[in-house]
């Protein structure tokens, strides 16, 4: 008997494994859906919509997308926009902070799917940023958590986006608190106070647009400090991707 080609091989195999129940990564019961998670789950995730179309940040219910909180209207932030997927509400806290700190790698990579989707539908009208980049984390603390959650959320985007992906344009050079420490949105600025550098690998008028990847925003300190780094070097459009906001 002749053997299959590769190609649909591979898509043969593919195709078996999407037909595998696998367990949700919300309710735990197994499901056949492509992604592990249920439709019902996936139905009642809180799904953010009235977002402030710079920061992010919830706005009323009935509220368009179009439309800036007062904050912006006051105090632009340095980067052109903020969208979240998700508020940070329960289940995705809980799932974001499994992810985060126990390595639960199956949901992050949901989630991330999920992200992927929505930012895939967001440039097929528009013109996509010349590279993807990750928030990151300081050598200490990488080696202390063992991986960044932000740089595999921009792998599964920077793959089913086919936008680029730097590892290395912005550095976090300064050890700092972890943000979750402080309660202030002063002392969250001031602690991230020339806290990250671009590298030598961002060519200056190469690029002129970026997305940042992150997996929680909240004061926006963090990407607002990596988005001043990134305009000194001549970055002009930034828009910034999260998993969930949480609001100050």
Same mark, same amino acid.
């Given at each position: 008997m002749p053997s299959l080609p590769k190609t649909r091989t591979a898509g043969l195999c593919q195709r078996l494994l999407q037909t595998i129940p696998s367990p949700c990564i919300v309710c735990g019961i197994l499901s056949n859906s492509v992604l592990s998670l249920c439709a019902e789950c996936e139905a009642n995730l809180p799904w953010s919509w009235h977002g402030c179309n710079r920061c992010g940040e919830e706005l009323t219910a009935g509220v368009s997308n179009t439309q800036s909180c007062a904050r912006c209207l006051l105090v632009a932030p340095p980067f052109s926009s903020c969208t979240a997927l998700f508020r940070y509400q329960s289940p995705i806290d809980s799932l974001l902070s499994g992810f985060k700190f126990k390595a639960r790698f199956d949901a992050g990579y949901v989630l991330s799917c999920l992200l992927a989707e929505k930012i895939s539908l967001h440039y097929a009208d528009s013109i996509a940023p010349d590279l993807l980049l990750a928030v990151p984390l300081h050598p200490m603390r990488l080696r202390q958590r063992g991986f960044n959650q932000a740089l595999e959320i921009a792998r599964v985007v920077s793959r089913k986006c086919k936008i680029p992906l730097?590892?290395? =344009? /912005?550095?976090?050079? +300064?050890?700092? #608190?972890?943000?979750?420490? $402080?309660? !202030?949105?002063? !002392? +969250?600025?001031?602690? $991230?106070?020339? =806290?990250?550098?671009?590298?030598?690998? $961002?060519?200056?008028?190469?690029?002129?647009?970026?997305?940042? /990847?992150?997996?929680?925003?909240?004061?926006?300190?963090?990407? =607002?400090?990596? !988005? +001043?780094? $990134?305009?000194? +070097?001549?970055?002009?459009?930034?828009? #910034?991707w999260c998993l969930a906001r949480a609001n100050r």
């Open positions: 730097s590892k290395k =344009a /912005i550095a976090k050079v +300064r050890n700092t #608190v972890a943000q979750t420490e $402080l309660h !202030s949105a002063r !002392s +969250r600025k001031k602690n $991230l106070k020339d =806290a990250f550098a671009v590298t030598d690998t $961002l060519v200056p008028g190469k690029v002129k647009s970026v997305a940042i /990847i992150d997996d929680v925003v909240t004061t926006m300190a963090t990407v =607002a400090a990596v !988005s +001043r780094e $990134l305009q000194r +070097r001549g970055v002009r459009q930034i828009d #910034v």
